[in-house]
Structure formats: structure tokens, C-alpha cells
Nanobody
Framework: QVQLVESGGGLVQPGGSLRLSCAAS????????VDWYRQAPGKQREFVAS???????SYADSVKGRFTISRDNAKNTAHLQMNSLKPEDTAVYYCHVYFSWGQGTQVTVSS
């Protein structure tokens, strides 16, 4: 198992940027893909981005070209750089590794 803690959420104006972080405990972090999901009020949790152990990335169409996922296995961390944020990006963002989920971090995009 791995324990995950997200951080970096907050309130930002449309067009702004945020950088989310996912800090992991345990030795298996580097062995698995890291995913970011999000859940908006009243909606199902949805896939945002993923990075494999070999750093192959994939993105939801809704964030492609605006979000960038990265990882640093030496520091057991992953990041989600979010640029050109839109109100529809408002959600709780979750980090996922293997069978573990973090507690989430709130991102609110509003003027």
C-alpha cells in the first residue's frame, strides 16, 4: 500500500494557473502509474491525467494542452501543472496510485 497526500489546491481566477502535488509514502510509488482524477459537485469522478513508470503520459481531452503531469520518483512525488484554468475545472482533485487514493484537494476557478 501507499499513502498519498495532495496539496496545492485553491481559488484562482479563470485563465490562472495552479500546481498540484501528490506526496507518497512507501517504496512502491516508483513501480506504478500515477493518475489524477477530479470530482465536481453532483458529478462522477473523472479521469484527468496519468503518467506511467516510464513517464508516458495521457490526458483527458478536456485538459489536453493545458495540464501537464510529471513525477519525481526520487522524491516520491507527482505534480499536475494546470494552466489556462476554466470554471469547469472546479472540482476536488485526487491522486491515485495502485489501489490507493489521497484525500483530495479543492480547486475552485472563479472570478
Amino acid at each position: 500500500q501507499v499513502q498519498l497526500v495532495e496539496s496545492g489546491g485553491g481559488l484562482v481566477q479563470p485563465g490562472g494557473s495552479l500546481r498540484l502535488s501528490c506526496a507518497a509514502s512507501g517504496r512502491i510509488f516508483s513501480l506504478y502509474a500515477v493518475d489524477w482524477y477530479r470530482q465536481a459537485p453532483g458529478k462522477q469522478r473523472e479521469f484527468v491525467a496519468s503518467i506511467t513508470r516510464s513517464e508516458r503520459t495521457s490526458y483527458a481531452d478536456s485538459v489536453k494542452g493545458r495540464f501537464t503531469i510529471s513525477r519525481d520518483n526520487a522524491k516520491n512525488t507527482a505534480h499536475l501543472q494546470m494552466n489556462s484554468l476554466k470554471p469547469e475545472d472546479t472540482a476536488v482533485y485526487y491522486c491515485h496510485v495502485y489501489f490507493s487514493w489521497g484525500q483530495g484537494t479543492q480547486v475552485t476557478v472563479s472570478s
